[in-house]
């Protein structure tokens, strides 16, 4: 699986999807929330080029006090990029993901299939590699509640992998994770149900006898007396 490859062709492919969402002569912008430095800032390169500290002010403004949905389609390939590539603080993902799901009927099928082909791409990334600015869980939240996509196949992917990094995940989420919390969505119940079973005992084992450091390995122990501590 060559993860860098399949996420330069997603977004590569995002690009050119977009790229019929030109930058807009003119935006409109709230005077008293946005300087005209700022808008200078993510006008002055092409999108490709553009910076994420070019981009953070409209990423905290996006729609909301600067531009409209088209203009946020414009900048959207680079925004994801940005995050995925970690340059982007992770804090903006919610936000990005949120406005996308607003525009989402205005999109067309081939620009839905490409933000889904990212999406996809991005949580192989974030499998693959620990730890990651937007953690598997808002990952997860993203997929599931975001995008209110079916969270299964995305599970089923997670625990085949064998790397480190992917229990190294599974780990931090035991740790993190709130069973028994009374969030009334189908895709918390099934996430719960999935990670107090089986697969994240295996992958979480699995981890703590390949350990390359003592400290995965207290991570991954800790995490299996979690664990097992749901059971009783």
Same mark, same amino acid.
């Given at each position: 699986?060559?993860?860098?490859?399949?996420?330069?062709?997603a977004?590569?492919?995002?690009?050119a999807?977009?790229s019929?969402y030109?930058?807009p002569?003119?935006t409109a912008?709230?005077d008293h929330?946005v300087?005209?430095e700022?808008v200078?800032?993510a006008?002055?390169a092409?999108l490709?080029l553009?910076?994420a500290?070019?981009l953070q002010?409209?990423a905290?403004?996006?729609?909301?006090t600067?531009?409209d949905l088209?203009?946020f389609?414009?900048?959207?390939?680079?925004l994801?990029?940005?995050?995925?590539?970690?340059?982007?603080d992770g804090?903006?993902a919610?936000s990005?993901?949120?406005w996308?799901? %607003?525009?989402w009927? /205005?999109?067309?099928? &081939?620009e839905?299939e !490409?933000?889904?082909?990212?999406?996809n @791409?991005w949580?192989?990334?974030?499998?693959?590699?620990?730890?990651?600015d937007v953690?598997?869980?808002?990952m997860?939240?993203?997929?599931?509640?975001?995008?209110?996509?079916?969270?299964?196949?995305?599970?089923a992917?997670?625990?085949?992998?064998?790397?480190?990094?992917?229990?190294r995940h599974?780990?931090?989420?035991?740790e993190? %994770?709130t069973v028994? /919390?009374?969030h009334d &969505?189908?895709?918390? !119940?099934n996430?719960?149900?999935?990670? @107090?079973g089986?697969a994240?005992?295996?992958?979480?084992?699995?981890?703590?006898v390949?350990?390359?450091?003592?400290?995965?390995a207290e991570?991954?122990?800790?995490?299996?007396?979690?664990?097992?501590?749901w059971h009783?």
């Open positions: 699986m060559n993860t860098l490859s399949d996420l330069g062709s977004l590569d492919n995002l690009y999807v977009f019929r030109p930058l002569a003119e912008v709230c929330c300087s005209p700022s200078q800032a006008r002055a092409p490709r553009l910076t500290s070019a002010p409209y905290s403004h996006a729609i909301s600067w531009g088209e203009e389609k414009h900048y959207l390939p680079r994801l990029e940005l995050l995925i590539l970690e340059e982007l804090l903006y919610d990005v993901m949120r996308v799901t %607003f525009g009927r /205005s999109l067309r099928q &081939a839905q !490409a933000i889904m082909t990212v999406v @791409a949580w192989r990334q974030t499998l693959l590699h620990y730890p990651r953690d598997v869980m808002s997860i939240e993203i997929i599931a509640d975001t995008l209110g996509l079916e969270l299964a196949p995305y599970l992917e997670w625990e085949a992998l064998d790397p480190e990094a992917a229990a599974m780990a931090w989420l035991v993190d %994770f028994h /919390s009374g &969505a189908d895709w918390y !119940a996430l719960e149900a999935w990670i @107090a089986p994240p005992a295996r992958m979480l084992t699995a981890g703590l390949r350990a390359k450091s003592a400290e995965a991570q991954f122990s800790h995490a299996l007396e979690t664990h097992r501590s009783g």
